[in-house]
């Protein structure tokens, strides 16, 4: 649970429900790719319909810079779902990512080109756009509208012909089982295959130098890990947002709930991760699995949104749009709009930052530099365009120091703990032999600490060297578009 590839962080969102009219899930889900190990299918209805939704405006468009929603689903669509094939070793990097929508109104491809600043093409008798954000889309049918992240024309030329035709789910068997949970009372199911993803070495490492050591069976805590089969997460929105975790595994489950619980937010913290109020959830141990339950807060929502979501939403959010010219009034609603999103974006980042202690919190900064480059650009002001680039490229150097550090911590850890081995005196002082010294156990874990306690410091500098220059170049492009436009920023 402590590797990179555990954790109850990504996942692929599954949710069937029954429909008179409409897309369908298995036909939407036919055309994904085999190799994905996580898809994400939202009924977007159903969760624009629930009292949550409706009570927060979730069914905006980005137009009126209300990116504080936990999700933008096009108000066009149905159901919507994306799946990705991730790298669940290397900070769940993705290879590729699609996304399938079922239209309640057809959109052509020219009008999402201009609406997302792209061109309009023709590959192998199918039409797409190439847009600016690194994606394509397809028009899969009239009424179903595809999309694909990296913009890679091979691949999608390959895809394309696939998701034109009629054709089988080709999904794992893990994941086949997932899109199979309907009606058990939940809006959205979430769900990751890992099945033969996690490295047992990894596991053992972080194991032996966690807190948690003490309480476990290391070796058969390693078997249990590197068993694990996936992962499914069950959100139902009412008033509020309920959410259950199972996380599946090969063998039976023999650790206590106390233990298991720690196990799994061990985990999150390990893989920088965390999601804000897990904490407070319950847990329950049953057969080859763990079950994590809870109330799941608007913030932490947003953040698990943030993993795998709709490579651009803009076709949608500006289809009403000029795109041919603009008038000053135009660029300065839409700036005011972009300036809103991003500071929204930025006011809860740093308020979960805080709250946390700001130590494992690398991968959301990461995922929220994404969000902020995946923002509606259209008539926005170019001033405020570079700014919000170089906002972005701070955020993302602020994520790569603090998990750097983390790993310098670790190796500097591990080289002191390895030059112990020789006995000493009471004291606690190493002793050696000519220029060779020798450290004692107990000084060589007060090190280990000193160097991992360094290495963070080292991190969490950057971090607060970062939110200052955002700090300072937010302050200077607010007063710098107030004045432009007249309006307060």
Sequence with gaps: MLDRTFGISVFAIIFVASSASGSDFPTLVSKVPGSANSIVLIDADAVLASP????????????????????????????????????????????????????KEPFSMSLVARAEGGYADTINGVKVAWVPSDAYFIEVDPQTLGLMAPANRQAIARWADRATKPATAELSEFLTASTKLVGQGAQVVMAIDTTDAIQAHRVQTQLEKSDLAKSLDVASTVQLISGMKGLVLQIAFTDKVQATAIIEFSNSVTLTEAVAKQLVLKGMDTMQMSLPGTEKWTCRVSGNSIAMSGELETDALRRVFSLLEIPSTKFSSLKDENTESSSQDDIAKNSLAYFK????????????????????????????????????????????????EKLSETLHIMSGARKITTMQGAAAGRSERASEGYSTDDNGSGYGYGSYSYTSPRTAERNAGNARADAQASGTSVKIQGWKLIDEATQQIRREMTKRYDLEF
């Design 341 to 388: 999103s991003v500071n929204s974006l930025l006011t809860d980042l740093r308020a979960r930052s805080k709250s946390s202690g700001g130590g494992n919190d690398a991968y959301w900064i990461d995922r929220y530099a994404i969000k902020i480059d995946k923002l509606p650009i259209l008539h926005v002001d170019d001033d405020l365009l570079e700014y919000g």
């Design 52 to 103: 949550i939704a409706k009570a927060n405006g979730w069914e905006k468009r980005y137009s009126d810079g209300s990116a504080d929603r936990p999700l933008y689903l096009p108000p066009e669509a149905d159901k919507v779902v994306v799946a990705a094939q991730l790298d669940q070793v290397r900070g769940f990097t993705q290879s590729w990512e699609v996304a399938l929508m079922g239209m």
